[in-house]
T-cell receptor, first 114, second 112 residues
Framework: NAGVTQTPKFQVLKTGQSMTLQCAQD?????MSWYRQDPGMGLRLIHY???????DQGEVPNGYNVSRSTTEDFPLRLLSAAPSQTSVYFC?????????????FGEGSRLTVL | GESVGLHLPTLSVQEGDNSIINCAYS??????FIWYKQESGKGPQFIID?????DKRQGQRVTVLLNKTVKHLSLQIAATQPGDSAVYFC???????????FGSGTKLNVKP
């Protein structure tokens, strides 16, 4: 199993450009989420989804869009990139019905906005 | 990849010693807690979890202690090894909720 796969691993954007960070999981997890991680800080939740067709906002949703058309995929869209969105982004998934709410994380996508 | 622990509190221990990493959580209503380990350039990995109806839970070489009175969580690592060097995060949540809130992390350095 590949687990949680994120692409791209690195990306440089100019201010105002748009892009999509891809996330796919092959564990049939219902729950998927996006976090950002800034130096010296913990992870902050951007958006999450509890199943196909259902999404909701986290702590820091502004400037980001998500959709969940399939169980496997949960892309994160930056509509108009800003330098404040320079960060490392992590996608995570979880099987909600299990006793543990363990999140399985991808390897991260490092985004720099100039 | 670049370390995400550049400005984190750091705990340095000798190989073979026990390590204790502490975490203060913010929401007294939180009833589920997880510890994660993050190695440089990688995503966080699950270590151990605990629900609020427990004070202590043990895994392989790790123990999590929960003190709800003072909203404090600790992770104890026995016989610390060089491979334990990483940044450790605690996360809190309501068990039936879908949002996890992470602490800022502690960097563990294991000296050989």
């Amino acid at each position: 199993n590949a687990g949680v796969t994120q692409t791209p691993k690195f990306q440089v954007l100019k201010t105002g450009q748009s892009m999509t960070l891809q996330c796919a999981q092959d564990m049939n997890h219902e729950y998927m989420s996006w976090y950002r991680q800034d130096p010296g800080m913990g992870l902050r939740l951007i958006h999450y989804s509890v199943g196909a067709g259902i999404t909701d906002q986290g702590e820091v949703p502004n400037g980001y869009n998500v959709s969940r058309s399939t169980t496997e995929d949960f892309p994160l869209r930056l509509l108009s990139a800003a330098p404040s969105q320079t960060s490392v982004y992590f996608c995570a998934s979880s099987y909600s019905a299990s006793g543990s709410r363990e999140l399985f994380f991808g390897e991260g996508s490092r985004l720099t906005v100039l | 990849g670049e370390s995400v622990g550049l400005h984190l509190p750091t705990l340095s221990v000798q190989e073979g010693d026990n390590s204790i990493i502490n975490c203060a959580y913010s929401n007294s209503a939180s009833d589920y807690f997880i510890w994660y380990k993050q190695e440089s350039g990688k995503g966080p990995q699950f270590i151990i979890d605990i629900r609020s109806n427990m004070d202590k839970r043990q895994g392989q070489r790790v123990t999590v202690l929960l003190n709800k009175t003072v909203k404090h969580l600790s992770l104890q690592i026995a016989a610390t090894q060089p491979g334990d060097s990483a940044v450790y995060f605690c996360a809190e949540s309501l068990y039936n909720f879908n949002k996890f809130y992470f602490g800022s992390g502690t960097k563990l350095n294991v000296k050989p």
